[in-house]
């Protein structure tokens, strides 16, 4: 039995306020948006299984791994993996693995605000009767308004940085963690009312086919890249997010059984929301592959036109505004951790601090939707770019460092411990994934995306 350690910034007060938080971080953007989006470029039922297939074999483990690697070290990422490491009696720079997920967290928190700061302005469009019996076009037109406005981008990203930054300067338990427990319930039966009028639309069964009949010879190496890297982003997987909040979770409660709850909901209300939006794409004749503004074209013209629209579409876009400040909060707590363990600064200072920077990157994704739409690098603009990175590459090559470490470098007595798992069935399956599956999941899918796994092949086959 190794020593326990606790934390300093606190546990959460039992296992349903961490199942609470972390379905926080894990439901965001990333179910309501861009899971429908993604889905849509990607050609759909095939994306969708490689999805599921990677939450149940990559994610589950992983997010399996990061919470016991929190709950282990109970500090930041970056001092969590030093200590661990030492610990094993290997080299403390495994830090640097937190240290990639800070700046992570970072990157991905510079565009997840603008975007939420477009679901933020749409709370208002909504509320003031924008979009009632608006035409498919008139609605792509607001949108595309908002867009071409870095004034309104700006001044909605700055709302969204402040409102996550005062959330985080306060503490993670407090405040925010209140809110979501009747939140998350109300922004689910929400999306359950939309698949109702979905039902209504005469499209229904086209959008569960779009969702559900897979497909594959239209599935791309890159397409299954995409698919691993959001299994990451929607879980919160691969930079350090659950790890910290792992770090708060109780000495008694089951690692396994908190884990399955997180992502069977996160990834039940991913679907719900595929289920809510492709009829209405097709009812309306709209293109699915069309990016990222979709949900933002698509929802508008069924709160339109639907009875108590003007109510449903205000309550829904303030549903998705805190489930998207939910996530918000967890991407910057890695960083603000480690300022306030090795640079004793106070919480509200850095928070600041790593706010103002967040929101300096932030400048790029707002223009890289105006000004700048003309600069690509291979063919993406800035957020495009952004976006990829993190997502893609960063998540997956930091969970799979993170399963390298709970396979390879701590012992199984240790990883036993933690698990509170005897040597069952269990126990040998998720060390069986960690320690072989996903590393080779994650590497083969590397190599198919650039093109270098079928090299490999004609070289082997010489
Ligand atoms: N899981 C969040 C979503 O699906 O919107 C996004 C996110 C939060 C990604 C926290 C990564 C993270 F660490």
Redesign the pocket.
């Known amino acids: 039995m190794a020593q326990r350690r606790s934390s300093m910034h606190g546990q959460w007060s039992s296992r349903w306020v961490f199942v609470l938080a972390a379905t926080g ?7 309501i948006w ?1 899971f429908p989006y993604i889905t849509g470029e990607n050609g759909g039922g095939a994306f969708v299984l490689v999805y599921l297939v990677c939450i149940a074999g990559i994610g589950i483990p992983i997010m399996m791994a990061e919470v016991l690697l929190g709950r282990r070290g109970r500090q930041s990422p970056i001092n969590t993996m030093a200590t661990l490491a030492r610990e094993a009696k290997h080299s403390p720079h495994w830090k640097y693995l937190g240290w990639s997920g800070v700046l ?2 970072f990157l ?1 928190l510079s565009y ?1 605000s603008v975007i939420a700061g477009w679901a933020l302005s749409y709370v208002f469009r909504a509320a003031s009767g924008r979009f009632t019996d608006a035409s498919a076009d008139e609605v792509g037109a607001i949108f595309n308004n908002l867009l071409a406005s870095p004034e309104s981008l700006l001044a909605w990203h700055t709302i969204f940085m402040v409102m996550t930054m005062v959330v985080v300067a306060r503490g993670v338990r407090h405040g925010l963690e209140k809110a979501i427990r009747f939140l998350m319930p109300a922004l689910f039966m929400l999306l359950l009312i939309m698949v109702g009028y979905a039902l209504n639309t005469g499209y229904f069964d086209e959008g569960l086919a779009f969702l559900f009949d897979a497909d594959f010879s239209s599935l791309s190496g890159d397409s299954v890249l995409i698919a691993m890297g959001h299994a ?11 790890m910290i909040y792992g770090s708060y979770v109780p000495e008694k409660a089951s690692i396994a059984g908190t884990t399955f709850m997180i992502a069977g909901a ?1 990834t039940l209300v991913a679907l719900v929301a595929g289920m809510a939006i492709f009829p209405i794409v097709f009812a309306n004749g709209l293109e699915p592959g069309q990016g990222p503004g979709l949900i933002f074209v698509t929802l508008p013209i069924a709160f339109g036109q639907m009875p108590g629209g003007l109510f449903f579409g205000t309550l829904f876009f303030v549903l998705v505004v805190f ?2 400040w939910s ?2 909060i ?2 910057i707590e890695p960083a603000i951790t480690w300022l306030v363990e090795n640079k004793g600064m106070k919480r509200a200072t850095a928070s600041i601090g790593a706010g103002i920077v967040t929101w300096f990157v932030g400048l790029g994704t707002v223009l890289s939707f105006n000004l700048w739409s003309g600069y690509t690098l291979f063919d993406k603009t800035f957020f495009d770019l952004l976006d990829y990175l993190t997502a893609n590459i960063m ?1 997956p090559l930091g969970g799979l460092f993170i399963a390298v470490f709970a396979g390879w470098i701590m012992t199984r007595e240790a990883t036993q411990d933690e698990l509170r798992m005897r040597d069952h069935v269990g126990y040998r399956l998720w060390r069986f994934l960690v320690r072989y599956v996903t590393p080779a999941a994650v590497i083969v899918v590397f190599l198919e995306a650039t093109g270098l796994l079928g090299w490999l092949m004609t070289v082997l086959e010489r």
């Open positions: 971080s894990a439901v965001g953007l990333g179910n861009k992570a967290g991905i997840y990451f982003f929607t879980l919160s997987l691969g930079m350090g997010a659950i996160d489930a998207a996530s918000a967890s991407l998540l």
